[in-house]
């Protein structure tokens, strides 16, 4: 891999692991060029490759050193053209409905208040964004998202949470995340919840949503559209639109 | 009624396990899998399985369980357990047959901290994202998605009935001896002297052990400069290094991605050395390089391949020791016997 940017790390993850390290830093463009290198290395389909794991800055490659020597490994990774990241036409957008604050978001006034918003301008501000799905990671389906806008940055918790609401969108940071399906501890701040469930193993056909990559948009949505929402979700519908970006 | 193992106590976690999830990691679930995977395939094989067939693994306190519907035909390998059929004792390593109606129990780990019962033709369960490994942090596959407790009927394949068999004393992987790491892939995030501190000194096991990770105590290990990476991906084996300094080794149940450097990663054939380590025992660390991980785990494979084939057929009884009975033998390196587990004889 040559080009513009500087030569990717290439670093031992013990004996079946291989981390491409293209960065240190959270970044769109960074963590696209991550994407764009986890396709590439899929597409070439090698025997003993066990799963590619893209994050912000890193893609982790798995394999089975039986088959898949590390030394073949590197070479055939140092032989890749640069990744090419998607344009935004070629990303996916998924529309995610929220139930901002009351008992969907207890930290949502406190959020506001910190930064001397009002409650709704925060929501606004929330919803008016359009975000990057960074990584999927910690636990299942939790997306880690890029792109919150600098009023609502704020610093994580002090005393973690050792379990908060399953589907619950919160703040940390600079970022902003859609929860997993379960209940996870975490020490963001809880602003609101979805009724999607970004894994379901009952939903055979698509038990995961997002990926890394992937474009998400807030849609606030009443108590009742949440309610009649979960229920459909609880019957298997997905309940998130999906469409490719304007 | 169809041929089932019925559960009568959980024990303290007992849950089915495989050789673990692939190809989701990227969506967050954690790979999983049986914490030693060299037990299980020795269970696996010496009840005729193929080695990657889900297991019951249980830690501490074991189960106890009764087969309904038929026969079935176990084996147990790992961590040494007390067992009893039908109150009778039975040992490790080795195949033995439940009749219809009796009742399998265990005791509590003496030594080590897995134990793996396999079944012959394995369990007649859905697996879920490919695979049948429990995380019962996130209520995944296995059965249920959870441990074992009473009231638990899991329904068995069943198996054509071969031969009895056990692994000879010699053949059994020990779990003492420093564990072996390579280096990274943030080994650059402490300073020299953390390194030195981490590859010299013993650490303890705590309390703090679980299928998630083994915390360790000991020195503090020096970071290089503060504790705090852009997360990225974990895999098993991985050593991160938190604010205070002491290491946690990352194994089956860890989390997909994490925060903190991590100065080394256990190499796959000593994962199960980590495993089968109790509280209050003392790891060490020994650093090789890829070119000596790689060689480690060819050689590991043909240890472990070949250690299959040395499987002996088992003597029930004396009677069975008679001449018809060894003129009668016809596989796999001899004969070993249940009376004093010894082998009788070898080709």
């Known amino acids: 891999m040559t080009g513009d940017a500087p030569a990717p790390r290439l670093l031992d993850a013990g004996d079946g692991g291989l981390v491409i390290e293209l960065g240190e830093t959270i970044d769109d463009r960074l963590n696209a060029t991550v994407v764009a290198l986890a396709a590439a290395i899929e597409a070439l389909a090698l025997p003993g490759l066990h799963e590619v794991v893209p994050t912000y800055r890193s893609l982790l490659v798995l394999f089975d050193p039986l088959v898949l020597p590390a030394a073949r490994l590197r070479a055939i990774v140092a032989a890749l053209p640069p990744p090419r990241p998607a344009s935004d036409a070629e990303r996916r957008l998924w529309r995610v409905p929220v139930c901002y604050g009351g008992a969907c978001g207890i930290d949502l006034d406190d959020v506001a208040a910190r930064h001397g918003l009002a409650t709704d301008e925060v929501v606004r501000l929330h919803a008016g964004a359009t975000y990057r799905v960074h990584m999927i990671g910690f636990a299942p389906g939790f997306a880690y998202l890029g792109g919150l806008p600098t009023a609502l940055h704020t610093s994580r918790r002090t005393d973690p949470r050792p379990k908060t609401p399953a589907r619950s969108v919160s703040i940390g940071g600079r970022q902003t995340a859609v929860s997993s399906p379960l209940e996870v501890p975490s020490g963001w701040h809880l602003i609101g919840r979805t009724p999607v469930r970004s894994y379901d193993p009952h939903r055979t056909s698509q038990p995961f949503l997002f990926s890394a990559g992937d474009a998400i948009r807030f849609e606030p949505i009443d108590g009742a559209t949440y309610e009649r929402l979960c229920r459909a979700a609880e019957a298997g519908e997905i309940v998130a639109e999906r469409e490719m970006m304007p | ?347």
């Not at chain 2, 039975?90 to 005791?107: C, T, Y």
């Open chain 2, 1 to 347: 009624m169809t041929l089932h193992l019925v559960i009568d106590r959980g024990g303290l976690s007992s849950t089915l396990q495989d050789v673990g999830r692939f190809g989701c990691q990227r969506f967050g679930i954690s790979g999983s899998g049986a914490m030693d995977a060299v037990a299980m395939r020795i269970a696996n094989a010496l009840v005729g399985n193929s080695p990657d067939t889900a297991v019951i693994e249980m830690s501490m306190t074991g189960l106890a369980a009764t087969v309904v519907g038929g026969a079935c035909r176990v084996a147990v390998a790992g961590a040494a357990m007390p067992m009893s059929v039908a109150g009778r004792r039975v040992d490790g390593w080795r195949s033995f047959d439940l009749a219809e109606g009796e009742r399998l129990d265990f005791g509590a780990i003496s030594d080590g901290m897995y134990a793996y019962l396999a079944v012959a033709g394995g369990f007649a369960i859905e697996p879920t994202l490919g695979s049948l490994s429990t995380h019962s942090r996130s209520g995944i596959g296995g059965f249920h998605g959870r441990a074992l407790a009473a009231g638990d009927r899991l329904p068995l394949l069943g198996a054509p009935r071969g031969p009895d068999l056990c692994l000879p004393e010699a053949d059994r992987p020990r779990s003492d001896g420093p564990v072996r790491v390579v280096l990274g892939p943030q080994d650059d995030h402490f300073t020299a002297a953390g390194v030195a501190t981490f590859l010299s000194a013993g650490f303890r096991v705590t309390s703090r052990t679980d299928r998630m990770g083994a915390q360790l105590d000991g020195p503090a290990i020096e970071h290089a400069d503060g504790h705090d990476i852009v997360s990225d991906g974990i895999v098993n084996g991985s050593i991160q290094v938190p604010g205070n300094g002491r290491p946690i080794v990352l194994l089956a149940d860890r989390q997909t991605t994490g925060g903190y450097p991590k100065i080394a990663t256990v190499i796959g054939p000593d994962l199960p050395k980590i495993a089968q380590r109790r509280p209050g025992e003392t790891i060490r660390f020994v650093a090789i390089g890829a070119a000596e991980a790689a060689t480690a785990v060819r050689d590991h494979h043909r240890l472990a391949t070949g250690r299959l084939t040395r499987l002996r057929r088992v003597a029930r009884t004396a009677e069975d020791l008679d001449s018809a009975f060894l003129l009668g033998l016809d596989l796999i390196g001899g004969v070993c016997s249940a009376l004093d587990g010894q082998p009788v004889e070898s080709t």
